[in-house]
């Protein structure tokens, strides 16, 4: 059964930075598509970015330039780096993975999830 799990969320001043990390377990992340996604309070679930299974990126444009989405096949895990962070990006993070073709940043094919971490982004 392939599990994941997000860490390194937390509080932070705008503009500051957090490294997100998402380990598998009983999966692999080597050739496989992943992503973040994200939910913020009375709002729906969003993309952030997803890489594919040939390392392909794609990032939601509020982001773009900012964040960086990238996975270590030794450490089977997958990484959000988040630099000039802002209020509106503040939300609980998750991981997810697809299997079969394609890697869509909507996420709504992707499975399974974590249970997700939580980031804020004070002003």
């Known amino acids: 059964q392939v599990r994941l799990m997000e860490s390194g969320g937390g509080s932070v001043q705008a503009g500051g930075s957090l490294t997100l990390s998402c380990e598998v377990s009983g999966g692999t992340v080597n050739n496989t598509c992943m992503g973040w996604f994200r939910q913020a309070p009375g709002k729906e679930r969003e993309g952030v970015a997803v890489?594919?299974?040939?390392?392909?990126?794609k990032y939601t444009s509020s982001v773009k330039g900012r964040f960086t989405i990238s996975r270590d096949n030794a450490k089977n895990s997958l990484y959000l780096q988040m630099n000039a962070l802002k209020v509106e990006d503040t939300g609980v993070y998750y991981c997810a993975s697809k299997i079969g073709l394609g890697c869509p940043i909507d996420g709504i094919t992707f499975y399974p999830w974590g249970q997700g971490t939580q980031v804020t982004v004070s002003s």
């Open positions: 890489i594919s299974r040939n390392g392909g990126t």
